[in-house]
């Protein structure tokens, strides 16, 4: 069984531009989640995906906007990178919309 | 407004004591309390959980205490070990009707020392 696996690990942005980042669930699991881990805080989230449409939004602005696919993998993406977007981005995925949540690994996104 | 607060930030304690790590939460529409352990350069992975139906939960050297009226909840590690050194975060989840997502404390930096 393969765990939910995200792209890349780690990356370095400059302000105003875009990034893509990537999440592949796990087997049998239908839903993702995205949240933003600052520096020495908790988790919090973005969004969440089910069955490719967006299902629940946290405080975050329109920049932040998300994809899920067929497959069940998904993207965030984040527009018009301001400095305080510098994060670890963690994807979860469970199966069902209130199923336990298993994370990724993260993407460590640095702005400059 | 933060919807659960974990104490303390940050926590010593000698190998072979007890961690106790502290959650308050507002809600009590929240129906599950998971512990989440994070290792440095890792994702959060669940420890624990309770639901609000019991008031205690053991697993190994595990256990979350809960008391419903005060809605608090507490994770307490015995015996604990420098491999326990970690960043616990305890979160609240509304899983029945009107789902909502997962929310995280703040964390809590475990260092045991030898």
């Known amino acids: 069984e393969t765990g939910v ?3 890349p690990t780690h990356l370095i942005k400059t302000r105003g531009q875009q990034v893509t980042l990537r999440c592949s669930s796990q087997s049998g699991h239908n839903t993702v989640s995205w949240y933003q881990q600052a520096l020495g805080q908790g988790p919090q989230f973005i969004f969440q995906y089910y069955r490719e449409e967006e299902n629940g ?10 994809l899920q696919f067929p497959n069940y993998s998904s993207e965030l993406n984040v527009n018009a990178l301001e400095l305080d977007d510098s994060a670890l981005y963690l994807c979860a995925s469970s199966f069902e919309r209130a199923g336990e949540l298993f994370f990724g690994e993260g993407s460590r996104l640095t702005v400059l | 407004q933060q919807q659960v607060k974990q104490s303390p930030q940050s926590l010593i304690v000698q190998k072979g004591g007890i961690s106790i790590i502290n959650c308050a939460y507002e809600n009590t529409a929240f129906d599950y309390f998971p512990w989440y352990q994070q290792f ?5 992975a669940l420890l624990i959980a309770i639901r609000p139906d019991v008031s205690e939960k053991k697993e190994g050297r595990f ?28 979160a609240i989840h ?4 009107g789902n909502t997502p997962l929310v995280f404390g703040k964390g809590t930096r475990l260092s045991v020392i030898a």
């Open chain 1, 5 to 7: 696996t995200q792209s």
């Open chain 1, 57 to 66: 939004r946290g405080n975050f602005p329109p920049r932040f906007s998300g």
């Open chain 2, 40 to 44: 440095p350069g890792k994702g959060p």
């Open chain 2, 63 to 90: 256990t979350i205490s809960f008391n419903k009226s005060a809605k608090q909840f507490s994770l307490h590690i015995m015996d604990s070990q420098p491999g326990d050194s970690a960043t616990y975060f305890c």
């Open chain 2, 94 to 97: 509304r899983r029945g009707s």
